[in-house]
C-alpha cells in the first residue's frame, strides 16, 4: 500500500516506517499534518493513512475527519489512528471522527501487520465496488453517471478561464446493423467505436446510452474538438467488423460544443445535442458544432 504516516517524532516515523517499507509498503512520513493533508489530497495513490491524535499544527482527530471527506467523494483510503494514550474516549472520538481503526503508539509489528492486512482487503473490496458502479460493463468506458461527475470536476479544475470541448457521438442507424447482423456485431460495434474514444489522450470518455457516446476534452477549444471530432468520424468509416456476410461498415454523426464559465455539464451536453441533432438531420457521418 501506499501509506502516509504523521507524528511529531521523527523518531517515531522512523520506527514505523522501518516495519513498513521492508513489507514491501510505500511510506512518505510527516512530522506537519497540514503538509500531510495536503499529500494524501494530491496523491490519488495513497490507501492509508497513519496519524496520532497528537500532531500539529491540524489535530489527529480534524485530520482523520478532513481526510475522510476527501476520500468519500473519490477513493478508497484506511485512516488508522494511533495514541499513546489508548483509552475509551479518545478511541471513540478517533472512530467518530472517520479513523477505521485505533491502536497504541508505538504499534508492536505484528499488530500493525495484521491491521495493514485488513486495511489492504477493505481498501481492495471498494476499488473494485468503485469501478463496478463508474464503468460500463459492455466497453469498459465511464457510464453516464460517473462521466457526469467526472466532466463537473473537471469544469471545476479548468476554471473560469478554462476551457473544456465536448464531442456527442451516435452511431448511424445503428438499428441496421442490429437488425442485418445481429445484436452481437453491434455489441463490436459500439465496443470498437467506444475503443476510439477511449484513445483519446487526456479526454474522458463515457458511454451515455445504447450507442451514444461522449468525450470531454479539458483544456480544448471548440475548434479543437472540432478537430478531433472530425478525425474520429473518420476513424469510425475505417473500423470493420466480422459478420456473416462479410465485413461490416459503420458511420457516426457528431455534435460539438464548448463549455462556458458558470455552465453545468448537463447544459453543455444539452448544445452538443442540439449540434448532434443537426448533423443527423443534415444527412449523418459529419460534425457538427
Ligand atoms: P440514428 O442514425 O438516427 O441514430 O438511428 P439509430 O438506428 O442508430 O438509432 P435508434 O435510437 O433508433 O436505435 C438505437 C438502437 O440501439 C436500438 C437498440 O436496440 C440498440 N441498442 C441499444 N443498446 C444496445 C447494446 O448494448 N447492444 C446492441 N447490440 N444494441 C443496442
Ligand atoms: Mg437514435
Ligand atoms: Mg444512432
Ligand atoms: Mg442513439
Known sequence: MHIVVVDPSRVVLKVISGLLTPRGHSVDAFTDS???????????????????????????????????????????LYIITMSSARNARNLAEALDSGSDDFIDKPPGAEELYARLRAAERLTGMQRQLIRLAETDALTGLLNRRAFLQRVTEATDRVGAHGRLGMILVDIDHFK????????????????????????????IAGRLGGEEFALALPGRSLADAEATAGRLRLRCTQLRFKGSRGPVQLTASFGVSE???????????????????????????????
Open 34 to 76: 497540514r503538509e500531510a493533508l495536503g499529500f494524501v489530497t494530491d496523491n490519488a495513490s495513497v490507501t492509508a493513512l497513519i496519524t496520532s491524535l497528537e500532531v500539529r499544527p491540524i489535530g489527529g482527530l480534524e485530520l482523520c475527519w478532513s481526510a475522510r471527506l476527501l476520500a468519500d467523494a473519490h477513493r478508497p
Open 176 to 203: 441496421s446493423i442490429n437488425d442485418q447482423h445481429g445484436h452481437d456485431v453491434g455489441d463490436a460495434a459500439i465496443r470498437g467505436v467506444s475503443q476510439e474514444l477511449a484513445e483519446e489522450a487526456g479526454g
Open 259 to 289: 463549455w462556458s464559465e458558470g455552465e453545468t455539464v448537463v447544459g453543455l451536453l444539452k448544445r452538443a445535442d442540439i449540434a448532434l441533432y443537426e448533423a443527423k438531420t443534415g444527412g449523418r457521418n459529419r460534425v457538427v458544432s
